[in-house]
T-cell receptor
Framework: DVKVTQSSRYLVKRTGEKVFLECVQD?????MFWYRQDPGLGLRLIYF???????EKGDIPEGYSVSREKKERFSLILESASTNQTSMYLC?????????????FGPGTRLLVL | DQQVKQNSPSLSVQEGRISILNCDYT??????FLWYKKYPAEGPTFLIS?????DKNEDGRFTVFLNKSAKHLSLHIVPSQPGDSAVYFC????????????FGTGTRLQVTL
């Protein structure tokens, strides 16, 4: 079974703080993704990575950065947290199969920025 | 622009009846479609998928139908069970999207007793 874990289920941070969200997958997947989920907006892609040290912007990268130093680990960084970054953050991973990928998700981190 | 649309934010169905969740897409390059189910405070879990070379795929109580000419897909759950109550997301990918999925906004299904 694919296992994707996220370092925290709930986080409360203050405006301006630097926030790190960690994601680890145990299935040797090449691709990893960070999404945020907001009511009425579905899942929106922030960043993704298809290899170690490689990253590509998704649809809403502003205010975020990522790091992938090891294949199994993908970190999302909020350089200076703002209240509009309060959201559910979801990490996913997949193996590239020519456009037929199934992404496997972690349990999510609910972040509240005060 | 919303390339994958789920126009019904919520749906209520009685236990034992059929649930039909709908999804429309606008990008002609999409050729692979997935449905995910999400419970509160959990990550989405994969449910079923369909490739554009098919118009139907079945897995137990779940069937996905694809109408390429209408750019429409639907998920049928028969019979619906209380444990099916969740938010359902449809997602799409295609050639040139580099493993990315584009998600709809979700439909909250409530199965009542």
């Amino acid at each position: 079974d694919v296992k994707v874990t996220q370092s925290s289920r709930y986080l409360v941070k203050r405006t301006g703080e630097k926030v790190f969200l960690e994601c680890v997958q145990d299935m040797d997947h090449e691709n990893m993704f960070w999404y945020r989920q907001d009511p009425g907006l579905g899942l929106r892609l922030i960043y993704f990575s298809y290899d170690v040290k490689m990253k590509e912007k998704g649809d809403i990268p502003e205010g975020y950065s990522v790091s992938r130093e090891k294949k199994e680990r993908f970190s999302l960084i909020l350089e200076s947290a703002s209240t509009n970054q309060t959201s559910m953050y979801l990490c996913a991973s997949s193996t590239p199969t020519g456009g037929r990928e199934t992404q496997y998700f972690g349990p999510g981190t609910r972040l509240l920025v005060l | 622009d919303q390339q994958v649309k789920q126009n019904s934010p919520s749906l209520s169905v009685q236990e034992g009846r059929i649930s039909i969740l709908n999804c429309d897409y606008t990008n002609s390059m999409f050729d692979y479609f997935l449905w995910y189910k999400k419970y509160p405070a959990e990550g989405p879990t994969f449910l079923i998928s369909i490739s554009s070379i098919k118009d139907k795929n079945e897995d137990g109580r779940f069937t996905v139908f694809l109408n390429k000419s209408a750019k429409h897909l639907s998920l049928h759950i028969v019979p619906s069970q209380p444990g099916d109550s969740a938010v359902y997301f449809c997602a799409a990918s295609g050639t040139g999207t580099a493993s990315k999925l584009t998600f709809g906004t979700g439909t909250r299904l409530q199965v009542t007793l």
